[in-house]
């Protein structure tokens, strides 16, 4: 069972930056993607295919960036021009789609990591 484990959350001030990664324990093939914690859902945020195809939600394109190195295991999320709504809980995940963007179309999920903007 492959376990995906998030780390890089934190506070930072609207205009700031932030890195998030997402360790993989298994070689992983597959989509992963990146979602945010809202009050009656998880948003979709961005996601990567295994060759590098990214797709964004309009709400942060142009702002952040996903990438992944398939040889250390790893997936990024770069968020630049941060702003107070996209505080959350950021969970990363993986799916066996070659492109999804939602929920129910991942099947592991790692832990989350908080991320705190503030005004």
């Known amino acids: 069972q492959v376990q995906l484990i998030e780390s890089g959350g934190g506070l930072v001030r609207a205009g700031g930056s932030l890195t998030l990664s997402c360790y993989s324990s298994?070689?992983?093939?597959?989509?992963m993607g990146w979602f945010r914690q809202a009050p009656n859902d998880r948003a979709f945020v961005a996601a990567i295919?295994?060759?590098?195809?990214?797709r964004y939600s309009d709400s942060v394109k142009g702002r952040f960036t996903i990438s992944r190195d398939n040889g250390k295991n790893t997936m990024y999320l770069q968020m630049n021009s941060l702003n107070v709504e996209d505080t959350g809980v950021y969970y990363c995940?993986?799916?066996?789609?070659?492109?999804?963007?939602?929920?129910?179309?991942?099947?592991?999920w790692g832990q989350g990591t908080q991320v705190t903007v503030s005004s």
């Open positions: 295919s295994w060759s590098g195809l990214s």
């Open positions: 298994g070689r992983t093939t597959s989509t």
């Open positions: 995940a993986a799916s066996s789609f070659t492109s999804a963007q939602y929920p129910g179309q991942y099947d592991t």
